[in-house]
């Protein structure tokens, strides 16, 4: 059975304070690794598909990186419009298994 | 706009109470699933079309049905709500998976 575990589950920042995000996973035939961005009231929101190890995607200041067993976000400088819930999936076949999400927030 | 439109967006049912989520894509994506979301526990799959014509069950199908009307339309029914369907489910549609998913706004559904 595949599955996906984030850690942490809460993450809080002050503005400009640099972190990073863990995706751990495990998953036959892994098809694709998939970040979204989930804010309060709304559905999940496209950030990025991952798939082979090395690979790295980047867009402002998130950048997503992936390995055999797992991938980061990495948020470089957050400023408060960061703040959200930060959902890793992984896809095997049609379906995505997705982790429990980790909420950051950044403080002004 | 394009993308993912599910109604109703809140709905107060009571136990033994039956409705269907309604979905709709206009992005002319082949598979769509419906997902719940509960705290603590990330978004479970409850079932999914690949293609029109064809449904299969997720992780947590108990207690519900779908419906492929078309290409566009996928519906949720709750035959008979129990208060453990308490959630926010949502919708979502994919073609090429490259860009992954695009998820509707959700229901919020709570049973009493």
């Known amino acids: 059975e595949d599955q996906v575990t984030q850690s942490p589950e809460a993450l809080r920042l002050q503005e400009g304070e640099s972190s990073s995000l863990n995706c751990s996973y495990t998953?036959?035939?892994?098809?694709?690794l998939f970040w979204y961005r989930q804010d309060p009231g709304k559905g999940p929101e496209f950030l990025f598909t991952?798939?082979?190890a090395g690979e790295e995607k980047e867009k402002e200041r998130l950048k997503a990186t992936l390995t055999k067993k797992e991938s980061f976000l990495h948020i470089t400088a957050p400023k408060p419009e960061d703040s959200a819930t930060y959902l890793c999936?992984?896809?095997?076949?049609?379906?995505?298994?997705f982790g429990a999400g980790t909420t950051v927030t950044v403080r002004a | 706009n394009a993308g993912v439109t599910q109604t109703p967006k809140f709905q107060v049912l009571k136990t033994g109470q039956s409705m269907t989520l309604q979905c709709a894509q206009d992005?002319?994506?082949?598979?769509m699933y419906w997902y719940r979301q509960d705290p603590g526990m990330g978004l479970r799959l409850i079932y999914y079309?690949?293609?029109?014509?064809?449904?299969d069950k997720g992780e947590v199908p108990n207690g519900y049905n779908v419906s492929r009307l078309n290409k566009r339309e996928f519906s949720l029914r709750l035959e008979s709500a129990a208060p453990s369907q308490t959630s926010v489910y949502f919708c979502?549609?994919?073609?090429?998976?490259?860009?992954?998913?695009?998820f509707g706004s959700g229901t919020r559904l709570t049973v009493v």
């Open positions: 979502a549609s994919s073609g090429d998976t490259v860009y992954g998913y695009t």
């Open positions: 998953v036959s035939g892994l098809r694709g």
């Open positions: 991952l798939y082979s």
């Open positions: 999936a992984v896809q095997a076949g049609y379906k995505l298994s």
């Open positions: 992005m002319n994506h082949n598979s």
């Open positions: 079309s690949a293609s029109e014509g064809t449904t």
